[in-house]
């Protein structure tokens, strides 16, 4: 080991990151790679092509289990959000800050259900014999029809992400300064103006980061649309499901991944850009 | 008062929302009938005893144990060393590798699994309880290493100055100083990570083949349906991850 302070240090450095960088490299760059790579082979042929992509665009089968995942999606953050924001404020500002901690703790109990028990358990309450159908005959009602719909899809993902977004929503509320509200108050606004010019904007980023996670992280799952929707009307990471077991079709696979992908980062730059309109 | 009222039941109905499956799960895990649905017929704990008596069940805990334990290991390692390069580096390039090294965070377990998946098909490597512990060293790596990178301050680095001036060897300047100096952030790091892999499902439903991890098992039990053993399994998951989850609070609270 000889040379100057500066070489000996960095000679440190690049030793110490290469296990992380060689395993980051090996086992996420490299399959990524792969994967894109294999997209654009199609399965029972030779050569490169970007036919896995035109048969996505032709096929009405693919374009539908975009399209519903692109609703479940959209529907399940906007319910969340709004579902999340009250109660994250109630917890926030209107209950004793001693009991701040618990509330939370509460909100986020379920979380530790495991996750594919969480789709499970709600399978349970919306059966055709469960407890809600149950409630309702009982109040006189006709029982609802939710067993592998749609709807069940929105309801199991609403309640995780619900959970989700109160704990954002509340971190960036309790992160505002209390002297701005009473700024505002003693400029003669009344509560509703408060929210609405400053509350709302200053936590807004922190909002829509909380749903742009839910965005990516709904958009992806497999788990959930699975077990609540049943196997017709399918969501786009269903249908990569299907192509890798029972067609066996990873250049497919891939090419929907791909895509999945794509229309994450679509809504990511979308984001971004609202977010620097609104500064 | 008007306002009280209506946070209350605000509350009420959310939280109610939010317990409901956990409260129907747990409820009908000791349904003594072949159902768990209404009516509650009686209580039992046979569905309980029947879940623990389970050879693939207590098979698949143990695998999900030595894979969230091992993989979160290997990440917190890898992670607390990588952090130790890039902390108050001013190497050039050192923002890039930390773009690419926080990468994998942004991407679906979907995507992450599926290349994995195809990587291993091309190599002739066959899937195992290893190749699941690859994926999920990937998922928290990224974690782990953000983590601690956030912990490593100023302080810190001064600290490793001085034991190197004073003639510590490298690897007892990162074990005698750095990390005891921010030992909370290696644990939270370490025990994030433990939960994540131990609910893990795609990543390890696609790389794993015969031996499988629990919530793999717990999905081939639901093909069965609606079944008062998945509630109790469920069941005893929950008790299992919510206990942990206590632990942590009390033991960050007694700190503060």
Known sequence: ?279 | MKRFAACAGYMLLIYGFIFLPVIVLVLFSFQDGRFPVPPLKGLTLKWHAEVLADEDLRAALLHSLVVAVGSSLVALFFGFLAARALAHSTMRGAAAIRGALTAPLSVSYLVIGLGLLASFNIAGIGLSLWTVAIGHVVINLPLCFAICYAALGAGEIQAERAARDLGAPEWRVMALVTAPMIFPALLAAFLLSITFSWDEFLIAFLLSRFEVTLPVEIWSLLRSGLNPKTNAVGSLVFLVSALAFLAVELATKRRI
């Open chain 1, 1 to 279: 080991m000889t040379g100057s302070i500066e070489q000996i240090e960095r000679r440190r450095a690049l030793a110490l990151l290469a296990p992380a960088t060689l395993w980051t490299l090996l086992f996420f760059a490299l399959p990524f790679g792969v994967m894109a790579a294999i997209s654009l082979r199609r399965s029972g042929t030779a050569g490169w092509s970007l036919g896995n992509y035109t048969e996505f665009l032709g096929n009405p089968e693919y374009i539908g289990a975009f399209l519903n995942s692109l609703e479940i999606t959209v529907t399940v953050t906007v319910l969340s959000v709004l579902l999340a924001y009250p109660l994250a404020w109630i917890i926030a500002e209107e209950i004793p800050p001693r009991c701040r901690r618990l509330a939370l703790a509460l909100a986020v109990l379920p979380f530790w259900t495991s996750y594919v028990v969480r789709s499970y358990a709600w399978s349970l309450v919306m059966a055709k014999q469960g407890v809600l159908n149950e409630a309702i005959t009982s109040l006189g009602l006709p029982a609802l029809a939710l067993g592998n719909s749609r709807a069940a899809v929105v309801i199991g993902f609403t309640h995780f992400f619900t959970m989700l977004l109160v704990l954002t929503i509340y971190a960036s509320l309790v992160q505002l300064p209390p002297n701005l509200r009473r700024a505002a108050a003693d400029l003669g606004a009344g509560p509703v103006a408060i929210f609405r010019h400053v509350i709302w904007p200053l936590a807004l980023p922190g909002v829509a980061v909380g749903a742009f996670l839910t965005f990516a992280l709904c958009i992806g799952d497999y788990v959930t649309p699975q077990i609540l929707g049943g196997g017709n009307d399918l969501a786009l990471p269903q249908l990569v499901m299907l192509q890798i077991g029972r067609s066996a079709d990873l250049p497919m696979a891939s090419a929907l991944s791909i895509i999945l992908m794509v229309a994450v980062t679509v809504a990511y730059l979308l984001l971004a850009r609202s977010m620097r309109a609104v500064k």
